[in-house]
């Protein structure tokens, strides 16, 4: 079966600090997806990024970044900079032909 | 491009009756993903449809089931309701689920009495 662990509940940083959130799944599979959503206080669950399994190449979007390890079943996600409007929980989420799960969230707070 | 829409946006229900949740996907996604959100269980995967077949199923009971209609729009029902079920019922809609992107609606917030 498939699993997602986000071992961090919460984290909490001062306005302008990087953070990362991390992201550990497990599979059997030799070809899955792998994605970040954000919700932010609205709660809608906005897309941030897709991975496949065979792109280990690491993705920077303006102040956003991700690297996807597959050597360590990883797939972190780090904030340059934090912004107040990255307060929102964020949530990693495994895909394959079968199923879909998601991560508990990490809820984020970046204080002024 | 208009989003993902579920209606309604609340409901409450007693215990034993049954409900109806509708979602209009985004225009020309042809899966329908259904998620149950719970402080507890968190995001969970209910089902999924594709092309009006259901193609993926959770672990939940039979009293949850789906459909989707011709024009790609889903409905989620659930029967018997139990305490348990109140939750924030997502929807979302994609190219394809297994490798594409969602895109989520605002949520049907369920209270059980």
């Known amino acids: 079966a498939q699993k997602v662990t986000q071992a961090q509940t919460e984290i909490s940083v001062v306005e302008k600090e990087d953070v990362t959130l991390d992201c550990v799944y497990e599979?059997?599979?030799?070809?899955?997806?792998l994605f970040w959503y954000k919700q932010p206080p609205s709660g809608e669950l906005v897309f941030l990024i897709r991975?496949?399994?065979?792109?280990?190449q690491n993705e920077i979007s303006g102040r956003y970044s991700w690297n996807f390890q597959k050597s360590t079943s990883s797939f972190n996600f780090t904030i340059t900079a934090s912004q107040v409007v990255d307060s929102a929980v964020y949530f990693c989420?495994?895909?394959?032909?079968?199923?879909?799960?998601f991560g508990a969230g990490t809820r984020l707070t970046v204080k002024p | 491009k208009a989003g993902v829409t579920q209606t309604p946006r609340y409901l409450i229900k007693t215990r034993g009756q049954q409900v109806t949740l509708s979602c209009s996907p985004i225009?020309?996604?042809?899966?329908v993903s259904w998620y149950q959100q719970t402080p507890g269980q968190g995001l969970q995967f209910l089902f999924e449809?594709?092309?009006?077949?259901?193609?993926n199923k959770g672990n939940f009971p039979g009293r949850f089931s789906g459909r989707q209609f011709s024009n790609s729009r889903s409905e989620m029902n659930v029967s018997t309701l139990e305490l348990g079920d109140s939750a924030l019922y997502l929807c979302?809609?994609?190219?394809?689920?297994?490798?594409?992107?969602?895109?989520f609606g605002p949520g049907t917030r369920l209270t059980v009495t």
């Open positions: 979302a809609s994609s190219w394809d689920r297994r490798t594409y992107e969602q895109y």
């Open positions: 599979t059997r599979d030799t070809t899955y997806y």
């Open positions: 991975r496949n399994s065979f792109d280990e």
């Open positions: 989420a495994l895909s394959n032909n079968n199923d879909m799960r």
């Open positions: 225009s020309g996604h042809r899966s």
């Open positions: 449809y594709f092309s009006e077949t259901q193609r």
